[in-house]
Nanobody, 123 residues
Framework: VQLQASGGGLVQAGGSLRLSCAASGRTFSSGAMGWFRRAPGKEREFVATISRSGSTTYYADSVKGRFTISRDNAGNTVYLQMNSLKPEDTAVYYC?????????????????WGQGTLVTVSS
């Protein structure tokens, strides 16, 4: 499975970005998908996850109400819409494909990881 994340960039605080993650190599709709991030000098952390059907989503408390995860199973793509961005959202964002169908925040349940896309939020 190959995951290609895109959409990162530099944005001012309060702005928006939409990240995309295109998947290839397996049946996209067979597993949950997730977004994680790693800020400079910090551990990787969970951001959002969506079940294989798209019916269930979970978010980290730090992004709840500002970020929205969605997926297009026909297009083999998962998205992360990020609004009201804050400087503390600055990080490399990674998409990942899980080996389970339910939405999950557990990193070890993700078998495949994209290369990451950098999001920088200026104050």
């Amino acid at each position: 499975v190959q995951l290609q994340a895109s959409g990162g960039g530099l944005v001012q605080a309060g702005g928006s970005l939409r990240l995309s993650c295109a998947a290839s190599g397996r049946t996209f709709s067979s597993g949950a998908m997730g977004w994680f991030r790693r800020a400079p000098g910090k551990e990787r952390e969970f951001v959002a996850t969506i079940s294989r059907s798209g019916s269930t989503t979970y978010y980290a408390d730090s992004v709840k109400g500002r970020f929205t995860i969605s997926r297009d199973n026909a297009g083999n793509t998962v998205y992360l819409q990020m609004n009201s961005l804050k400087p503390e959202d600055t990080a490399v964002y990674y998409c990942a494909a899980a080996n389970v169908g339910i939405a999950t925040m557990i990193p070890r349940q993700y078998d495949y990881w994209g290369q990451g896309t950098l999001v920088t939020v200026s104050s």
